[in-house]
């Protein structure tokens, strides 16, 4: 491994249960409130241009991992760091599920543990983060303090925090096979966001190859006792259905622990695109949220019908206290979709605060297809991505180009938003990337406001009748600049691609990648801002940087002083903006892309920040095996 550096250490935050003492460190997509926040602020607008590297960590996998499953990973972990009696380790994982405690001065590893993960299968490989818990008994001489992991290949396993070592009175030593393991093709299921703890109970959900076919395994949540590792309870979001799967929670979990409940965004049914065997949806696409000791079901909120999209709920939902106008305060979420659109609701009940309207939208013309007739739309606040599109909005580099862009989007099937799928070509906008994604936003409290990146480049689909060579195995089959999406058990596949001009430039008018900024107590947007450079997606690099925006994986993270700090775009650059402004104020060249969020954390009297830079397979760039600390000199 290589090891540079000085410094290290992140903040925890400290949720406390009846039974166990849930370190609240930050998940992949943010702390157990989905805030993706730090009340630290040393690091301000006014001094944040001294922000230097302090320390940089390699994990050691583009040396020591074969070609053919580097291509196959994303690098989207956040670190935790454990409390002073666990050891004070700052704690992550690499995309094989590798977990490694890093020394919080120096950055040098203290001890790591490989679970030997399977390399079968098609889903590339991704950990988003781990998690910690207190035992009931803290004087325990081992595994008083535990370090959770949930591997690709759907085990959880449970380390002593101090040396790394499973913890024999887990499971069968140390480890847990989940109820599904085994039961399907490798790779099928697999386990990408950082498990929730609270309450007596670890939670963890699933990723599922839910596109490929019609039965497709099942989204169900396991919850096993944060002692022994025993089965408590498990909840299916499509319990008793049985013409379909998935409607799995591949994004992080929210909890409050205070009111017992967790909050669950649901993906959509399998298969993505067309549903003609599927005659209920479930708790699909929804917002479910649950008593976390006991798995019963509280309240659900669909926030899209019958899903012909791929728009699963992407992102763990905000927690937050919503000032209502009356001076009150109601404990409230936030949950963002891949639509753009953004719900508010209370979290005790699922009713929105923000009225929501159920709005017609276009039929599908495809035989046995029963599209909704309607679908939500928040009143406020208002869409985060504009999905209309006319001809006369066509964009391009010359006055031919934007022309041949003009014909493109004139020759598409076009009803907005929800454009059903068809055998001729039809827009989608935004596409099954978002609008918002994995991400989520980063919450500035003192603000009431939410900053969200968000993907606007449009996309065009068609469904194509079956033939061999689109029904090739595979996560997404590229074949040329296209994609192919199979969907074995009906007549089609899916063709995806960019609506981009004869030059390779998108049709759709920039920032093809922004930041927006809402006012949660208002419902309005505060500001926009375009998000990454496009100077590196030519044929050639340019050397200056073109802020047109890019697509971006990963979230931001928000500072009490009032800055965003993100990355996620495909430009390699870790930024900081004021987020009362969304002016851009730093801005450091990372070796590749960082698709995970940052977190922030205090040592030794100083602020720094943290950020995994492992590039993403998805997006075809380098990749790396990154992690670097920053702080003030």
Partial sequence: MIRLGRFAVPLLSACLSSHLALGAAPEPV???????????????PANVARLKPAWIYRTGDTAKEAVADQKKTAGQATPILLPADAGGALVT??????????????????WEYDPQVLRDGKRGYRCRGVAYVAARDTQAPSCAHRVIIGTHD??????????????AGFGKGGSVDLPDRGKHAPGDVSSPAAPAVGNGV?????????FEKVQAPRGTVYALDAETGALRWQFDPIEGIREYGAANVWAGISVDVERDLIFLSTSSPSPDYIGTARTRDGDANSIVALRMSTGKKVWSFATTHHDLWDYDLPAQATLFDWPAP???????????TKQGLTFILDRRTGKPLFSVEERPVAQSTIPGEKSSPTQPFPVKPPPLVNAKLTPDDAWG?????????????????????????????????????????????????????????????????????????AKADGDHVQVGNAFFVSMKGTPYTIKMDVLKSPLGMPCTQPPWGKLVAIDLAKGDIRWEAPLGSIHELGPVKLPWRINLGTPSLGGGLMTASGLLFISATMDRVLRAFDARTGKEVWSYELPVDAAATPMSYSHQGKQYIVINAGGHNMFSRPLGDYFYAFALP
């Fill in 30 to 44: 943010g702390d157990p409130l989905g805030q993706h926040y730090t009340p630290l602020n040393q690091i301000t």
């Fill in 93 to 110: 994982c690499t995309p094989f599920s590798r977990v490694i405690a890093l020394d919080p001065g120096t950055g040098h590893p203290r």
């Fill in 154 to 167: 759907r085990r959880v396993v449970a380390l002593d925090a101090r040396n790394g070592k499973p913890c």
């Fill in 202 to 210: 670890i939670v963890i959900g699933s990723g599922i190859l839910d």
């Fill in 326 to 336: 009356n001076g009150s305060k109601v404990p409230a979420l936030a949950q963002v």
């Fill in 397 to 469: 580099l010359t006055f031919w180009d934007r022309g041949k862009c003009r014909e493109k989007i004139a020759a598409l099937e076009n009803h907005g938003l929800f454009t059903p799928p068809s055998e001729k070509p039809f827009l989608m906008l935004p596409g099954s990337l978002g609008g918002a994604n994995w991400g989520g936003g980063a919450y500035l409290p003192s603000e009431n406001l939410l900053v969200v990146n968000v993907n606007t480049a449009g996309f065009y689909g068609q469904l194509l009748k079956t033939d061999a060579m």
